[in-house]
């Protein structure tokens, strides 16, 4: 198939809108439910790498995915600079590339370079209303003549990833339907209960005839704030089944990176609590924020520093510092601390890597669980970041 010029039609604001209360909705276990219809896709068609992507105005974030390589793995996005997933949403068709190199609408995408990119296969993601979200895409790093049998069996694929999206939208506008019927019935409720009792302690005053009628008033109003109890109680259980344990991921984390310190003789002084530091925050989510945090403590202090970490509680919110052993910052890093690629004035201190993203998508990723991300150390000093998380 050879490739062909598309007709580019902007995202609506509600597109993006939706797309990114998606993300946001997005749970561990709905994330498991699409990475099977990545790996199973990916094994069907025989590709490296197969993507559900739903598309933002800055970035693309993956609800499944399987074979990319780390950070992007990790992190589950990359910046829109890297997304050919755009262009599907945009065109609102499949896009068929056989070589990146070869084709003008994507040769100089970074993608191509970063990831190897090189054969493309990308179908429009839609909810029930026919605003498009995002793509499932194949991925293969050689050149690529897609047959139309492996179109056809990508179009079914792209079919299931579509119903999984709009499954998991309507159930998250059932939960927050949910959560408003129980917080907006709660008051009148409880005033006709009360009304109810408070009639029946002067049914002397009332005709007979009538106290059968305030028996059943008390009562109906009686089981209805026992149901509304009852599904309050069980939205609680299930936030609680669903909160993250800060303590629990911190330990994981810290025992998962004790390697990569010790080859820099870098000491992890953790200060965790015994009990349970549960936030109602995505699982996923805060292991990011907290991984990427520790980790760069590790590579931007020196060999035989020390990197602290420790729990502390803020009102309705738990918090997380992290202080390494490094130069710290400028002043002229402040101003590009949170940006993308940014290049500050420290250096990894055994020549690792980095991009110049970590930052800038830790913090996002914070504040998308509904908490924050800054730094609280002074210039100069040794770096200390405070990550907030609201309480379960």
């Given at each position: 198939m050879s490739?062909?010029r598309v007709?580019f039609?902007?995202l609506t ?7 990114t209360t998606?993300v ?9 439910e699409f990475?099977?219809?990545?790996k ?6 025989n590709?490296p ?8 105005k ?8 399987v074979?990319l ?10 910046p829109i600079s890297?997304?050919?997933?755009q262009?599907?949403?945009s065109?609102?068709r499949v896009v068929?590339?056989?070589?990146s190199?070869?084709d ?6 970074p993608a191509?370079?970063?990831l190897g990119?090189?054969a493309?296969?990308g ?15 194949l991925i293969d ?6 047959t ?5 069996r990508?179009?079914d694929?792209?079919a299931i990833?579509a119903t ?9 506008r059932w939960?927050?339907?949910?959560d408003?019927m129980i ?11 009360f009304?109810a009792?408070l009639?029946l302690e ?7 005839e009538?106290y ?7 009562s109906s109003?009686g089981?209805?704030v026992e149901?509304?109890?009852?599904a309050n109680?069980?939205?609680r259980?299930?936030?609680e089944e669903?909160?993250?344990?800060l ?10 990176q ?5 080859l820099?003789s870098?000491?992890l002084k953790?200060?965790l609590t ?5 936030t ?6 805060v ?7 520790i980790?760069?403590?590790i ?8 990197v602290h970490i420790?729990i ?6 738990i918090?997380i510092r992290?202080?390494d052993?490094?130069?710290?910052f400028?002043?002229?890093d402040?101003?590009?601390l949170?940006?993308?690629y940014s290049?500050?004035s420290?250096?990894?201190t055994?020549?690792?890597t980095s ?5 800038s998508?830790?913090?996002?990723l914070?504040?998308?669980t509904g908490?924050s991300l800054e730094?609280?150390s ?10 907030l998380?609201p309480r379960?």
């Amino acid at each position: 198939m050879s490739s062909h010029r598309v007709a580019f039609k902007p995202l609506t604001v509600i597109e993006q809108e939706i797309a990114t209360t998606f993300v946001e909705s997005l749970s561990r276990s709905a994330m498991g439910e699409f990475d099977r219809i990545t790996k199973l896709g990916a094994r069907v068609l025989n590709v490296p790498v197969c993507l559900v992507s739903i598309v933002e105005k800055d970035r693309q974030v993956f609800a499944g995915q399987v074979g990319l390589t780390a950070p992007y793995c990790d992190l589950r996005e990359t910046p829109i600079s890297h997304s050919f997933c755009q262009t599907v949403v945009s065109s609102r068709r499949v896009v068929v590339v056989n070589d990146s190199r070869s084709d003008d609408r994507f040769c100089n995408n970074p993608a191509v370079v970063d990831l190897g990119v090189i054969a493309y296969l990308g179908f429009p993601l839609s909810d029930r209303f026919g605003n498009i979200l995002g793509a499932f895409c194949l991925i293969d790093s050689i050149e690529r003549d897609w047959t139309e049998e492996e179109v056809d069996r990508a179009r079914d694929f792209a079919a299931i990833a579509a119903t999984q999206v709009q499954f998991q939208m309507e159930k998250a506008r059932w939960r927050s339907l949910l959560d408003v019927m129980i917080h907006d019935l709660k008051s009148p409720l409880a005033a006709a209960d009360f009304s109810a009792r408070l009639l029946l302690e002067r049914k002397s005053s009332f005709p007979p005839e009538t106290y059968p009628l305030l028996d059943g008033i008390l009562s109906s109003t009686g089981q209805a704030v026992e149901l509304l109890k009852e599904a309050n109680s069980l939205e609680r259980r299930r936030s609680e089944e669903n909160s993250c344990d800060l303590s629990s991921v911190l330990q994981n984390i810290v025992e998962n990176q004790k390697a990569t310190a010790e080859l820099k003789s870098i000491s992890l002084k953790s200060t965790l609590t015994d009990s349970s530091a549960l936030t109602n925050a995505d699982h996923w989510l805060v292991e990011r924020v907290l991984d990427n945090l520790i980790d760069n403590a590790i590579k931007y202090s020196p060999r035989g520093g020390e990197v602290h970490i420790s729990i502390f509680e803020r009102e309705d919110m738990i918090g997380i510092r992290v202080r390494d052993s490094g130069p710290g910052f400028s002043e002229d890093d402040l101003t590009r601390l949170y940006q993308r690629y940014s290049r500050l004035s420290a250096n990894p201190t055994a020549e690792e890597t980095s991009t110049g993203l970590g930052l800038s998508i830790a913090r996002r990723l914070a504040s998308q669980t509904g908490g924050s991300l800054e730094l609280v150390s002074e210039v100069g000093q040794s770096a200390e970041f405070e990550t907030l998380f609201p309480r379960a």
